[in-house]
Nanobody
Framework: QVQPVESGGGLVQPGGSLRLSCAAS????????MGWYRQAPGKQRELVAV???????NYADSVKGRFAISRDNARNTVYLQMNSLKPEDTAVYYC????????????WGQGTQVTVSS
């Protein structure tokens, strides 16, 4: 497969947690940064978090201290652990591959919906 594949979205109450996963092919995954982006209704897509092959990370200010990105290079998988979720975190979350810590890659997943609501 070339396209990254996300999983793990859903409905959660405010203050709850979710863990997103994204699997990508080895050709894309190897040596490239992997990122999570999100797009809320009526808003532009924005970076949530990105991680390099070596483990360096970058986060949006709005999620620092609440979200954690990690990757398992042996499984070609990247994760986004989301804690203390807020209603404003509601969005479609997309996995991105093939880029760097400062630039988007060319490969996008289909997206997974995260809804934070009571």
């Amino acid at each position: 497969q070339v396209q990254p594949v996300e999983s793990g979205g859903g409905l959660v109450q405010p203050g709850g947690s979710l863990r997103l996963s994204c699997a990508a092919s080895g050709i894309i995954f190897r040596f490239s940064a992997m990122g999570w982006y999100r797009q809320a209704p009526g808003k532009q897509r924005e970076l949530v978090a990105v991680i390099t092959y070596g483990g360096s990370t970058n986060y949006a200010d709005s999620v620092k201290g609440r979200f954690a990105i990690s990757r398992d290079n042996a499984r070609n998988t990247v994760y986004l652990q989301m804690n203390s979720l807020k209603p404003e975190d509601t969005a479609v979350y997309y996995c991105n591959a093939g880029g760097t810590i400062t630039t988007e890659g060319a490969y996008w997943g289909q997206g997974t919906q995260v809804t934070v609501s009571s």
